[in-house]
């Protein structure tokens, strides 16, 4: 059995983008119902120690875009340091040039 790169890749990154899509969907409706600026959400960590939820998103995002261009034998892409709301994080170019 083979398995082609893409699948191995970019197979596996896909569903793990959209379930973290949902959780940005989550969050978005909790500080709606809470009546929660978003962006405090966003900034919120877990542990002093840790990224803030904003952060650890554009890490995701970040990761699957380098490995991508890693793999295709490309130049990685230059990552904007923008500080994004959920849609932005949501979006095509999750803050990359």
Not at 19 to 41: M, T, W, Y
Not at 42 to 52: G, I, Q, T
Not at 73 to 84: E, I, S
Request: glycine share 8%.
């Amino acid at each position: 059995m083979t398995i082609s790169l893409h699948e191995a890749s970019v197979g596996v990154y896909v569903p793990y983008l959209r379930n973290l899509s949902a959780l940005l969907d989550h969050a978005e409706a909790h500080a709606g119902a809470r009546k929660i600026d978003p962006a405090v959400l966003l900034e919120m960590r877990l542990s002093p120690n840790m990224y803030s939820l904003r952060q650890q998103v554009r890490e995701a995002n970040r990761h699957v875009l380098l490995s991508c261009a890693l793999l295709a034998g490309c130049a990685p892409p230059v990552l904007a340091d923008t500080a994004p709301g959920i849609a932005g994080l949501k979006g095509a170019d999750c803050g990359n040039d």
